[in-house]
């Protein structure tokens, strides 16, 4: 993964985020993707198609952690990390499940992000 990593600290941040955005597209179609077309599979075949997957997650989570962290802190990358699998999770939800959002998921999703953009100002005026 060298070949993302540029040695600006603007281009490591664009790339800490490029590979989070990425690598959680790959691990929610690893946890959510059969539900949509693997209802025939059996379990153990489910399983290995999502562990193929999420290999492919980590290869790109793991760069993505190891580029942002001194930049931000632990607990900074994993509310980066929480925040973009809630955005990339809705979009995953009604456009490849086809689900709808009603409005008591509206509520839920409204405070859990909350609950994650209340560390959001630290993190920005700390790093950007």
Known sequence: MQCLCFTTPASNLMNTLLLL???????????YGHLQYGHAWPLWKAILVSWG?????YCLAEPANRLGYGRFTGF???????????LVFIM????????????????????????AFSHLPSILTRHL
Request: charged share 10%.
């Open 21 to 31: 955005v990425i690598s959680n597209v790959f691990m929610t179609f690893a946890w």
């Open 53 to 57: 997957i999420a290999l492919f997650e």
């Open 76 to 86: 900074q990358l994993k509310i980066i990390q929480e925040i973009i699998t809630l």
């Open 92 to 115: 995953f939800a009604v456009m490849f499940l086809k689900e709808k959002i009603t409005w008591n998921y509206v509520v839920a999703i409204f405070f859990l992000g909350m609950a």
